[in-house]
């Protein structure tokens, strides 16, 4: 039984991947992120990042490896996630769950800045919102999503879709695969 669950998990992600690699809108649209983001780099902007659950723990990553190090020693890039629980539990009480990251986008967004906001369903009203916010700010908005029409796409201007799959889990394999090679993207595009 665990052989079988395992196969098959492989097989599905494997599939998932296929999909995926598979659209023609694929590298073209993870190339205009590594364009956008590299663009906002270079002009002294920043990254926000921003996701619910694992799309947080993936929004986190995102932004420890661009100030931190991904594979060699490079100067650190200016990206954090929204993801401090002192603030998102003091928003979501004086406030609301659906303000957590707004409100921070709204305090710290600037013009040129890039909101990179995931969501495996693209409907999370409150990444939405941070979306619209960011829109309103000057910013540019990049979506990690699932295919499909969804109110993130809408809303973002380079929006990048994994394969629509029965469970979330292997949506969020594929923006974690593509997290990973725009950052090393990133690198070579600026110069490390």
């Known amino acids: 039984m665990k052989r079988q669950i395992i196969e098959h998990s492989l097989r599905e992600a494997n599939d998932a991947l296929a999909d995926f690699l598979a659209s023609p809108r694929t590298l073209p649209t993870m190339e205009a992120i590594v364009d ?3 663009e906002a ?3 002294g902007c920043k990254i926000m990042s921003c996701g619910n659950g694992g799309s947080l723990c993936d929004a986190t990553h995102f932004a420890e490896e661009l100030t931190g190090r991904f594979r060699e020693n490079r100067r650190p890039l200016a990206a954090m996630a929204i993801n401090d629980p002192a ?3 003091c928003v979501g009480n004086d406030f609301s769950f659906g303000d957590i ?3 921070w986008v709204e305090a710290f967004g600037k013009p040129g800045d890039v909101l990179l906001a995931i969501s495996t369903s693209g409907n999370s009203q409150n990444i939405v919102a941070a979306a619209e916010a960011a829109r309103r700010l000057g910013m540019k908005v990049v979506a990690l999503t699932a295919e499909g029409p969804t109110r993130l ?3 973002a201007d380079v929006t990048l879709q994994a394969p629509r799959t029965p469970h979330s889990d292997r949506i969020q394999e594929i923006h974690i695969k593509v997290i990973h090679i725009v950052i090393e993207a990133l690198e070579k595009e600026l110069g490390f």
Request: positive net charge; charged residues 20%; aromatic residues 14%.
């Open 36 to 38: 956008t983001m590299a």
């Open 41 to 43: 780099l270079r002009n």
């Open 87 to 89: 603030y998102m539990t």
């Open 101 to 103: 990251f707004v409100r």
């Open 153 to 155: 796409a809408e809303t």
